[in-house]
């Protein structure tokens, strides 16, 4: 499949697009920095739901894929430097989450 690039005019944004925008850009702040419960819940959205999420997505004119292929790097390079940074606390935490 071959990547397509759509140049947006952020003028012609229709007040819908903007709306489920913002529900995307906060569902990626609540993984990024909400509660445990928060994160694993946006998380469980943007890698896991599939109808809703395309939907939320195509309502923002955002192509699905892209966004989750993006969103996807950020997990892998912040787990990464996770696990470089401090394996130590990365092992406690995965405890905690089993326990």
Request: proline residues 4%; hydrophobic residues 35%.
């Amino acid at each position: 499949m071959e990547a397509v690039s759509v140049e947006r005019n952020p003028a012609q944004d229709t007040g819908e697009e903007k709306l489920w925008r913002a529900v995307i850009a906060n569902t990626v702040r609540e993984w990024i920095h909400g509660p445990l419960r928060l994160r694993r819940e946006a998380e469980q959205y943007l890698f896991h739901n599939t109808e809703d999420y395309k939907t939320v997505c195509y309502s923002a004119g955002i192509n699905p894929w892209n966004l989750r292929e993006r969103l996807q790097r950020i997990r892998e390079r912040t787990n990464s430097e996770a696990r470089a940074t401090d394996p130590q606390k990365l092992n406690v935490a995965v405890a905690v989450e089993h326990a």
